[in-house]
Nanobody, 127 residues
Framework: QVQLVESGGGLVQAGGSLRLSCAAS????????MGWFRQLIGKEREFVAA????????YYADSVEGRFTVSRDNAKNTVYLQMNSLRPEDTAVYCC????????????????????WGQGTQVTVST
């Protein structure tokens, strides 16, 4: 079992930055791929970024490539999402997830491949 708790969300102006954190409990954190997803009310949860268990592979949605950076510290059981050049369309609830989707991009980007989810943290980007 893995429990995930996100933090770092808030209100920021367009062009600004935020750093999200996801703290995990459980000894097996370092064995999981960690993903970040975001969701607007009434819409499906969409993939944002992911990082393999070792940190050696990272994956990004086209919409955030070059602006967001995912990283992890297995010693601290924490995964991060550095978000720069934020846009109003980045406004959403951001959730982290843990799973073993394999290494194929289509699988890593699928919310169905993740077993554990945090409650999420709200990110609001104003114009």
């Amino acid at each position: 079992q893995v429990q995930l708790v996100e933090s770092g969300g808030g209100l920021v102006q367009a062009g600004g930055s935020l750093r999200l954190s996801c703290a995990a409990s459980g000894r097996t954190f370092s064995t999981y791929t960690m993903g970040w997803f975001r969701q607007l009310i009434g819409k499906e949860r969409e993939f944002v970024a992911a990082i393999s268990w070792s940190g050696g592979n990272t994956y990004y949605a086209d919409s955030v490539e070059g602006r967001f950076t995912v990283s992890r510290d297995n010693a601290k059981n924490t995964v991060y999402l550095q978000m720069n050049s934020l846009r109003p369309e980045d406004t959403a609830v951001y959730c982290c997830a843990a799973g073993s989707p394999g290494s194929a991009a289509f699988a890593v980007q699928s919310r169905l491949r993740y077993n554990y989810w945090g409650q999420g943290t709200q990110v609001t980007v104003s114009t």
